[in-house]
């Protein structure tokens, strides 16, 4: 089945860390850029970070300094470091394609 499917998130105390991952299934993540979108309850779903074909990587102001975007090519697999966790990051994130694709998004809850 052709999909994007995340990983890696969960609850953690604020000030803590998490990796997201995010593995293309029929899907070549390196020919396109990609990137990773939040939606907290209630609120619209936001740009958090994106990484070109090339790496060049971009991030929203809340999360700079304190996530990272990063790709393995070979295991076909988007990342997103994400340290010094704020209790306004949690969040459903969802791995994105430029232009096509979607994941099926992965809860990220950071507790105060």
């Known amino acids: 089945q052709v999909q994007l499917v995340e990983s890696g998130g969960g609850l953690v105390q604020a000030g803590g860390s998490l990796e997201l991952s995010c593995t293309g299934f029929g899907i070549n993540v390196s020919s396109r850029t990609m990137g990773w979108y939040r939606q907290a309850p209630g609120k619209q779903r936001e740009l958090v970070a994106t990484i070109t074909t090339y790496g060049a990587t971009n991030y929203a102001e809340f999360v700079k300094g304190r996530f990272a975007i990063s790709k393995n090519n070979a295991k076909n697999t988007v990342y997103l470091q994400m340290n010094s966790l704020k209790p306004e990051d949690t969040a459903d994130y969802y791995c994105?394609?430029?232009?096509?694709?979607w994941g099926q998004g992965t809860q990220v809850t950071v507790s105060a």
């Open positions: 994105w394609r430029f232009a096509d694709y």
